[in-house]
């Protein structure tokens, strides 16, 4: 199947700094990626859908401007948390599809475990 | 609403076979996933079914009823690797997946 890639795996920062993820497609375009935010022991929670070339779309409840998302190619979106506080702490998966499907299988990445002092 | 109801928690025994029901109420429906997530990973995808029927994959099978607004994700031969968390994924009609907290399943030697 296809692989999405994500990076860091895990990231320890200090509060108040910015902690940029990655996330890429390694053998498909992906032109929308979502990401996807998940507390312990709770479902995931649909962040934000990221589009190559254009703004991404953000849930309801999450700021827009905390989490800034860039989609600039058909193979990487980032996802940068701004100014993290403790509260940020979480575990953050990205995931997309091949092609411009809406249906079919959801690739995931490893995802990215943050950890904010 | 959108709404997913699975249980919390199962257990089984090496070798056994289980079966985990999920009852869902979306606006639409494109379908539906079922997604194995280990502790601390991100979640894989076992099957996809927009169908009414079973769908077999070695030793995974998914059923789906539409009318009923059911499904269920049979597990065979249970290995100990399948101790998990097993997500109930339906897509409503705008294409949007509505994620629950899963079944966490374990299995005892």
């Known amino acids: 199947g296809a692989v999405v890639s994500q990076h860091p795996s895990r990231v320890i920062c200090k509060s108040g700094t910015s902690v940029k993820i990655e996330c890429r497609s390694l053998d498909f375009q992906a032109t929308t990626m979502f990401w996807y935010r998940q507390f312990p022991k709770q479902s995931l929670m649909l962040m934000a859908t990221s589009n190559e070339g254009s703004k991404a779309t953000y849930e309801q409840g999450v700021e827009k401007d905390k989490f800034l998302i860039n989609h600039a190619s058909l193979t990487l979106s980032t996802l940068t948390v701004t100014s993290a506080h403790p509260e940020d702490s979480s575990f953050y998966i990205c995931?997309?599809?091949?092609?411009?499907?809406?249906?079919?299988?959801?690739?995931f990445g490893e995802g990215s475990r943050l950890t904010v002092l | 609403g959108q709404n997913i109801d699975q249980p919390t928690e199962m257990t089984a025994t090496e070798g056994a076979i289980v079966q985990i029901n999920c009852t869902y109420q979306t606006s639409g429906f494109n379908g539906l996933f079922w997604y194995q997530q280990h502790a601390g990973e991100a979640p894989t995808f076992l099957s996809y079914n927009v169908l009414d029927g079973l769908e077999e994959k070695g030793r995974f099978s998914s059923f789906l009823s539409r009318s009923k607004g059911y499904s269920y994700l049979l597990l065979k031969e249970l290995q100990m690797k399948d101790s998990a968390s097993y997500l109930c994924v339906p897509m409503d009609s705008n294409y949007q997946l509505i994620w629950g907290a899963g079944t966490k399943l374990i299995i005892k030697p």
């Open positions: 995931s997309a599809r091949e092609g411009g499907s809406d249906t079919g299988e959801l690739f």
